[in-house]
């Protein structure tokens, strides 16, 4: 089984990504080792908090810590008007009060699983940190894959920047010109914004999940996401990001990448978290990422079904 680490920000698609992550972890598809949170979507607290929630209704005991509180360089932004004033949407859950050393979670992960598969869904405050604090762990991680960045693409939060580059763009810069012994595979915003739930697929999930406890909250999470797409003018739908990059880590889908030099602007006020890709070997510099450039949405949707119909017959029904 595939020992996975996720650091996340949930946040509505971190949520569905826990979702999934704990189903597979119900079936024998990989062992949850843990959760980390990040500030970004909402503090690393409230998403503590929230992760927690989330595994308590799938049954899963893994542990969940809090990360770094904010980023190294730059003053935290949080993001209510995306996610919700807690980050769950409409639902409200209490911030967690676990305490304990996430560095150190992520260190004994390192040490027990030479393949531990780290997966980062928020800013890349605490992957950052623990090149900082762990050098040699950090050295060691063979496989990351973070969901940032808008590569040679529009960004979501300024012209050129996605959110999760943007909410820590020192952090990001750090990470991809110093990364560790596996090369990051990257999916940013101009693939992982074409898996798009809306409330069609919200209820194929819902069904999906029968009468598994979890399902009666997801309306109320996903309509506060629903809602802001809207309004953004993406239409009533949401794009789930973080779970679509779950499945490329996990290879449970179909996609396609591309060895490449990534580069993330932290200095210039107006191109902070840019992230660009040397696609044409400009730079001559060693490649640093593997970039996913496609993705087949339909295995997606039909791999979360999947998962949501093993769910309805597993732990978490009371
Ligand atoms: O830009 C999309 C990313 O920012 C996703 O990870 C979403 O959860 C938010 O954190
Ligand atoms: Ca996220």
């Known amino acids: 089984m595939t020992p996975v680490l996720i650091d996340c920000d949930p946040g509505i698609d971190d949520t569905l990504a826990l979702l999934y992550l704990a189903g597979l972890h119900h079936v024998g598809g990989i062992e949850l080792v843990g959760v980390t949170t990040t500030a970004g979507n909402t503090t690393a607290?409230?998403?503590?908090?929230?992760?927690?929630?989330?595994?308590?209704?799938?049954?899963?005991?893994?542990?969940?810590?809090?990360?770094?509180p904010h980023p190294a360089q730059t003053p935290l932004v949080t993001t209510p008007e995306t996610h919700g004033p807690t980050g769950l949407g409409y639902l409200d859950v209490p911030?967690?009060?676990?305490?304990?050393?996430?560095?150190?979670?992520?260190?004994?992960?390192?040490?027990?699983?030479?393949?531990?598969?780290l997966i980062v869904t928020g800013p890349l405050t605490n992957l950052a940190a623990f090149r900082d604090s762990h050098p040699e762990h950090y050295a060691r991680l063979r496989r990351v894959t973070v969901m940032g960045g808008a590569v040679n693409y529009r960004g979501n939060t300024t012209p050129t920047a996605e959110w999760n580059f943007w909410v820590d763009p020192h952090a990001a810069a750090d990470v991809f010109a110093h990364p560790p012994q596996g090369k990051i595979t990257l999916c940013s915003l101009?693939?992982?914004?074409?898996?798009?739930?809306?409330?069609?697929?919200?209820?194929?999930?819902?069904?999906?999940?029968?009468?598994?406890?979890?399902?009666?909250?997801?309306?109320?999470?996903?309509?506060?996401?629903?809602?802001?797409h809207e309004a953004q003018g993406e239409g009533y739908q949401a794009q789930i990001h973080d779970l679509l990059t779950c499945m490329i880590a996990l290879r449970t889908i179909p996609y396609v990448d591309t060895s490449t030099t990534i580069a993330v602007e932290a200095h210039s006020e107006l191109m902070r978290g840019t992230s660009v890709a040397d696609l044409r070997g400009h730079w001559h510099r060693s490649h640093n990422a593997r970039l996913v450039t496609d993705a087949d949405i339909d295995a997606a949707h039909r791999e979360l079904l999947r998962v949501a119909r093993a769910l309805a017959g597993r732990p978490g029904i009371r």
Do not use: M
């Open 190 to 228: 101009e693939v992982t914004e074409r898996f798009l739930i809306d409330p069609e697929r919200l209820e194929e999930l819902i069904r999906a999940l029968g009468p598994h406890p979890v399902a009666a909250h997801l309306p109320e999470i996903l309509r506060f996401y629903f809602e802001f």
């Open 45 to 68: 607290v409230q998403a503590a908090g929230n992760a927690r929630w989330v595994l308590d209704e799938l049954l899963v005991d893994a542990p969940v810590l809090p990360g770094r």
């Open 95 to 117: 911030a967690a009060d676990a305490a304990g050393d996430w560095a150190e979670l992520w260190a004994r992960g390192v040490d027990k699983h030479p393949d531990l598969h």
